[in-house]
């Protein structure tokens, strides 16, 4: 019997629950089809910058008491935003499911915005952007986004310029708002112990103030790869070799998973295993395969010191090459393994069964069973495996280093290698 339910209301707002019946608490959150890729040039970081400004007061309540209403009931109330939606949340006990839809559904239709309020946060918001500028393992991911993507909004840093934010006024936010946060492009979500028709008659209730869906365009994403390095006094030299990946409705997605799980997925991947516990090059190492709903990346970080930079990028050039060739099975069966156990763990949390829930309807628009997932994860076998790292690695590459960077290859010489 499925545990989870979707409901669309009058409005196109979508209202979606996964009921956990051994649990005594609840997350729910609204899910909002506006990122930083649905921004034009000259406001970059308008999705991050409302998802600070609604917490900071409406007609009904000011910013301690948004904050203070969650917790007074132990609960935690947050946000998040991504280059194609952001997500307000609660996570509360499950007799106080219908305050944090009221405190939610407050600061989205009736934040008030405050020029006061927007001063401020703007300042918070440029502090942000600085630390990550002063972070070279955020840093780095942000400019490996924009070097492969240059020149259009998917790569773009989700955070803004500080230029950006300083620009971005009260009438852009609300401006912004009107136009992406309609209700059909809104998810209301819920997991935990929760009863689906409860939850659909808050929604009801609570969003009756949304503004009018309006069309939004979306420029799609354009991969193009290259070299970007900064020399800058670090300890480490940090470090992402990269390539063009798969969008999420790729048949070859699960394959890609499957792929980078081998290469850099834990402890016994191949990566790790010939670049730290082998040669000790590194501390940290691993792949990555960000997806979007049009395109996607791949990815491999590495963290390492000035003079093992020139020995460790053949290392890793060699592992991509041996995989091209074929994967063992015993190799494809402890990735495919690694991949089942870490989907069934994330099932014990409503945290994430909430998030997962809000995903799979923003980019499939149903709930994708647990049994339909682990079928496809079985079914990628080692033809799956070697015909994406063939396509994968025969895409120009991305190269991004900060830090010591004298010893660092040209992005000539890996895709020689790579060729």
């Known amino acids: 019997m499925t545990t989870v339910q979707v409901s669309t ?57 948004i904050a203070e209403e969650i917790e007074s009931v132990g609960g935690h ?67 490996f986004q924009e070097t492969a993507f240059p020149d259009q909004p998917l790569g773009r840093p989700v955070l803004g310029a500080p230029e950006h934010i300083e620009q971005i006024s009260r009438d852009v936010l609300l401006g912004y708002m009107r136009e992406h946060y309609g209700a059909p492009r809104m998810i209301v979500a819920a997991a935990g112990k929760i ?93 990555f395969p960000p997806s979007y709903t049009d395109t996607g990346l791949f990815g491999i970080y590495a963290g390492t010191g000035e003079d093992e930079v020139a020995e460790l990028m053949p290392v890793i050039t060699d592992q991509l090459i041996s995989v091209r060739d074929g994967v063992p099975d015993e190799e494809l069966a402890r990735a495919r393994a690694q991949i089942r156990a870490s989907m069934l763990m994330s099932l014990e949390s409503t945290s994430a069964r909430c998030e997962q829930l809000a995903r799979q309807l923003m980019i499939f628009g149903r709930p994708i069973p647990v049994a339909e997932t682990m079928e496809r994860i079985e079914a990628v076998d080692g033809d ?25 290859p040209s992005i000539d010489t890996i895709a020689a290698r790579l060729a």
């Open 195 to 287: 009863e689906h028709e409860a939850l659909v008659a808050l929604a009801r209730r609570a969003f009756n103030d949304l503004p009018k869906p309006t069309a939004v365009a979306r420029e799609h994403g354009r991969y193009r790869g290259g070299d970007w390095r900064l020399e800058r006094d670090l300890e480490q030299a940090h470090i992402i070799l990269g390539f063009k990946g798969v969008s999420y409705r790729d048949p070859d997605f699960y394959p890609l998973s499957v792929l980078t799980t081998v290469l850099g997925g834990g402890m016994s991947s191949r990566l790790f295993q010939e670049a730290r516990e082998k040669r000790g090059l590194v501390y940290n190492i691993y792949a």
């Open 77 to 143: 109330l947050n946000a998040h935003t991504s280059r194609e939606h952001t997500a307000f949340y609660a996570k509360v006990l499950k007799d106080d499911v219908a305050l944090a839809v009221d405190v939610i559904a407050d600061f989205l239709q009736n934040a008030t915005l405050d020029d006061v309020e927007l001063c401020r946060e703007r300042t918070v918001v440029i502090q942000e952007i600085m630390q990550s500028l002063d972070t070279p393992d955020d840093m780095i991911f942000d400019r």
């Open 384 to 408: 799956a495996v070697r015909r994406v790292a063939q396509r994968i690695f025969s895409s120009p590459p991305t190269f991004a280093v900060l830090g010591p960077i004298g010893q660092a």
């Open 9 to 65: 209301l009058e409005n196109g707002l979508r209202v979606a629950t996964d009921t956990m019946a051994s649990v005594e608490t609840v997350s729910v959150g609204v899910w909002v089809e506006a990122g930083s890729r649905f921004e034009p040039p000259a406001i970059s970081g308008a999705s991050h910058f409302l998802e600070h400004m609604v917490f900071k007061g409406t007609r009904r309540r000011d910013a301690r008491a």
